[in-house]
C-alpha cells in the first residue's frame, strides 16, 4: 500500500531530542560516515525503485527520515518528480528548516505533491531550540515559520492541491505549548495538525502532573476542533486518544505477529529494506533484532526480489521502539488476516476497507 523512502545524502543539522535517526544525541559519528557515503543509493536507482513499486500496485510513497529530508534538495526532487509524474501519492515529512530557501525548483515540485507535514513540536523559540540542541541565535524557528507561510501562500496561489499541515511529539519540555500550538495553525492557515508521542521513551519522562495539563490541553484542542473553531483538522496518536477520553480499564488486544511490511516498509538511504520506519532509521534498528531487516539492495538484488523473499517471514513483535500507531495497525492487520483464513473477506469488514 504505502513505502517510505529516504532518498538522501543521511543529513541533518538538528539533533533532536526524540529522533530515530540519531537517537537524539546519542549516535555521535555521521550516519553517511558510519555506512560508508559511497553506499547512498543514487537517484536513478531511487527512480527505479519507484517504477518497480507502481508496477507492484503500491499507491503512496512516503519521503521521510535518512535525516532531514529536504536538507539533501538535489537528491530529493527528481525522486519526488518521478514519484508525482507516474501517479503515485506522495507524502513529505520535513522539520522546515530549508524550505524558506529552498531552491523554486524544488517548491514546485513540493507543491505538486500531495500533502507536507512540518514538525514542530513548539512554538516558544526557547523550547523549540532546547529540543532540536541547536543554539537559539540561529533563529531556526523563525525560520520554519517563514517556510510555511510562504508554501501555504504559494498554493493558495496556484490554487493547488497540497495539502500542509504540522506534526508535534508531546515531551517534557513542549507538553504545555498544546495551546500555542493550535493558535499557530489557524494563524499559518494548514490543512491539519498531527499530535503524537515518540517511541524513544522521552514522552514517558512526563510526571503525573504534567500528563494530566498535556491531556487537558488535548481536550480542549480536540473540544473546538470537532466543534468546528478551529479551521483546521486534528489527528491524535491512538494512545492519546484511550487516555484522553480515561479508558484506561479497557483491555487492549496486543498483536502477536508484525504484518507492517505488507503495508509499510522502508528504505533507508543505504538500501536497507526495513520492515518499517523504525527499522528504516539507524538508531532504533540497531537496537531492534536483525529478523527486521528485510534485505540490502545490492549487487543486482532488487526491491521486489526482496519483498518476496520476506513474504513468507512471519515476524513476531519483539522491537523495543515499536510505536502506538505501529502496534495498533498489527492488531488490525491481524485481526483482518486471521478472518480471511476463516472466510471473511476484508470488503465484508464492518469498517471502511477499499480492497483496491
Ligand atoms: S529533524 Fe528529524 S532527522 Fe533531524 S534530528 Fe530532528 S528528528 Fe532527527
Ligand atoms: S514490531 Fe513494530 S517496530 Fe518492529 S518491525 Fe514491526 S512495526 Fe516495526
Request: hydrophobic share 40%; with cysteine.
Amino acid at each position: 500500500m504505502m513505502l517510505e523512502i529516504h532518498p538522501t545524502n543521511a543529513m541533518c543539522v538538528y539533533r533532536c531530542q526524540m529522533c530515530i535517526w540519531c537517537g537524539g544525541q546519542k549516535q555521535t559519528t555521521s550516519i553517511a560516515d558510519f555506512y560508508g557515503a559511497e553506499r547512498l543509493l543514487t537517484t536513478d536507482q531511487w527512480c527505479g525503485i519507484l517504477e518497480e513499486v507502481k508496477g507492484l500496485g503500491t499507491h503512496q510513497i512516503i519521503f521521510s527520515g535518512g535525516g532531514e529530508t529536504l536538507f539533501s534538495q538535489a537528491k530529493v526532487k527528481p525522486v519526488l518528480d518521478k514519484a508525482n509524474s507516474i501517479g503515485l501519492e506522495t507524502m513529505i515529512y520535513t522539520n522546515g528548516r530549508t524550505l524558506y530557501d529552498a531552491d523554486p525548483a524544488l517548491l514546485d515540485s513540493i507543491l505538486s505533491s500531495t500533502w507536507l507535514r512540518v514538525s514542530l513540536h513548539a512554538a516558544t523559540p526557547e523550547i523549540y531550540s532546547r529540543l532540536i540542541n541547536r543554539p537559539l541565535g540561529a533563529n531556526d524557528l523563525g525560520s520554519v515559520l517563514d517556510g510555511i507561510r510562504k508554501i501555504v501562500s504559494l498554493n493558495k496561489q496556484r490554487r493547488g492541491k497540497l495539502k500542509v499541515g504540522i506534526g508535534i511529539v508531546l515531551q517534557e519540555l513542549n507538553y504545555a505549548e498544546v495551546a500555542k500550538i493550535a493558535k499557530l495553525c489557524s494563524d499559518l492557515e494548514v490543512d491539519f495538525l498531527d499530535v503524537r508521542v515518540d517511541c524513544i521513551g522521552v514522552t514517558k519522562k512526563l510526571s503525573e502532573y504534567q500528563y494530566e495539563q498535556m491531556l487537558e490541553g488535548l481536550r480542549e484542542l480536540r473540544t473546538s476542533v470537532e466543534a468546528g473553531q478551529s479551521g483546521f483538522s486534528a489527528s491524535f496518536a491512538d494512545d492519546l486518544l484511550i487516555a484522553m477520553d480515561q479508558w484506561k480499564g479497557m483491555e487492549l488486544t496486543q498483536p502477536k505477529r508484525c504484518l507492517i511490511p505488507v503495508v509499510r516498509p522502508a528504505i533507508d538511504p543505504f538500501g536497507i529494506v526495513g520492515a518499517c520506519d523504525s527499522i528504516g532509521e539507524p538508531y532504533t534498528r540497531s537496537k531492534s533484532p536483525r529478523e527486521y531487516v528485510l534485505g540490502q539492495m545490492s549487487n543486482g538484488c532488487s526491491f521486489v526480489d526482496i519483498m518476496r523473499s520476506a513474504a513468507g517471514k512471519e515476524l513476531g513483535i519483539r522491537c523495543k521502539f515499536c510505536m502506538p500507531g505501529q502496534i495498533s495497525l498489527n492488531a488490525l492487520l491481524e485481526k483482518l488476516v486471521d478472518d480471511f483464513r476463516i472466510g471473511i473477506e476484508p470488503t465484508s469488514q464492518p469498517f471502511c476497507f477499499d480492497a483496491s
